[in-house]
């Protein structure tokens, strides 16, 4: 069945850094999303990425999906506290019905 | 507001026993989900429903048994057949269409067996 795997499982950014998480999967993908979990809350939906080499931003935020549609990035910049969480994504394979899950990158902001 | 609401938020129960745990959304979704998270991991696939009266397995679904009777409601049953289900259960919704707009997520269940 779809993988979905990301890279790192932990990314410890000192406050005001840049880093980037990467996502990959084993199938083509038709979208992937992205979402952001606080410690101790749920996943919150930030971004859907649909076409071939998309590359969305918010604020600080940068997506790029891959011109194979099968990885995907999140650069963040300019890292605050209020970055701190668990970031998944997540695709949807080209004949699927359902979203197979990364298993996310926690990111730890040091002061 | 539209959301999703699931409930109770804790819950505890002791060992054998079934637990029913509850996901009601006023978003109009058509798709229903189910996952598992445990400490420090990712979310796993128990089941899943585009449509009433109809539902799929998902990557984890021994143990667990769901029903769609109403378009707003997906309850789960964590049975005793379920090895380990101490866990967060998170429930979740979407458009049917390759869930296009993401996926809105209640805020969960911490279910502990005892």
């Known amino acids: 069945g779809q993988q979905v795997m990301q890279i790192p499982q932990y990314q410890h950014v000192q406050e005001g850094e840049d880093f980037t998480t990467y996502c990959n999967s084993s199938?083509?993908?038709?979208?992937i999303q992205w979402y952001k979990q606080r410690p101790g809350g749920h996943p919150v939906f930030l971004i859907q990425?649909?076409?071939?080499?998309e590359v969305k931003k918010q604020k600080r935020l940068t997506f790029q999906f891959g011109e194979a549609k099968k990885n995907s990035s999140l650069h963040i910049t300019a890292t605050q506290t209020t970055d701190v969480g668990t970031y998944f994504c997540?695709?949807?394979?080209?004949?699927?019905?359902?979203?197979?899950f990364g298993g996310g990158t926690r990111v730890l902001v040091k002061p | 507001d539209g959301g999703i609401t699931q409930s109770p938020k804790y819950l505890f129960r002791k060992e054998g026993q079934n637990v029913t745990l509850s996901c009601e959304q006023n978003?109009?979704?058509?798709?229903m989900y189910w996952y598992r998270q445990d400490p420090g991991q990712g979310l796993r696939l128990i089941y899943y429903?585009?449509?009433?009266?109809?539902?799929q397995k998902g990557d984890i679904a021994e143990g667990y048994s769901v029903s769609r009777e109403k378009k707003e409601s997906f309850p789960l049953t964590v049975t005793s057949a379920q090895k380990n289900p101490t866990a967060f259960y998170l429930c979740a919704s979407s458009l049917r269409d390759r869930g296009l707009g993401g996926y809105t997520f209640g805020s969960g269940t911490r279910l502990t067996v005892v």
């Open positions: 199938t083509t993908l038709s979208n």
């Open positions: 990425l649909v076409k071939s080499g």
């Open positions: 429903s585009q449509i009433v009266n109809d539902f």
């Open positions: 997540a695709g949807f394979g080209a004949a699927g019905n359902k979203l197979t």
């Open positions: 978003l109009n979704h058509d798709a």
